[in-house]
């Protein structure tokens, strides 16, 4: 069993940054594809972004393209989310996920990943 542990949330401005980070624990994978996730209130938790193993392949939803950056450094088996350009949009609970070791390929539903973490508060406000 894995357990992931998310950190680095918090209360930022408008145009701000943060980062995040994802550690894993118990039964760790260094090629599993990891992601992340958030989900504001009252919505449904949404694709966020998504590492392969060796991070050489990543995929973003569009309203977080130029803004954010997944990274990776499976010595520390860590993935990393930075957040440049903060918008109040942004706010939301966000979930680092990992999927199972058979699957190699990005993942970009929620269903697709077997292992969360309990979620860290970003929230955005002036």
């Known amino acids: 069993q894995m357990q992931l542990v998310e950190s680095g949330g918090g209360l930022v401005q408008p145009g701000g940054s943060l980062r995040l980070s994802c550690a894993a624990s118990?039964?760790?994978?260094?090629?599993?594809?990891k992601g992340w996730f958030r989900q504001a209130p009252g919505k449904e938790r949404e694709f966020v972004a998504a590492i392969n193993w060796s991070g050489d392949d990543s995929s973003y939803t569009d309203s977080v393209k130029g803004r954010f950056t997944i990274s990776r450094d499976n010595a520390k088996n860590t993935v990393y989310l930075q957040m440049n350009s903060l918008k109040p949009e942004d706010t939301a609970v966000y979930f680092c996920?990992?999927?199972?070791?058979?699957?190699?390929?990005?993942?970009?539903?929620?269903?697709?990943?077997?292992?969360w973490g309990q979620g860290t508060q970003v929230t955005v406000s002036s």
């Open positions: 118990g039964r760790s994978f260094s090629d599993n594809v």
């Open positions: 996920a990992a999927r199972g070791p058979s699957y190699s390929s990005l993942g970009l539903y929620s269903g697709q990943y077997d292992y």
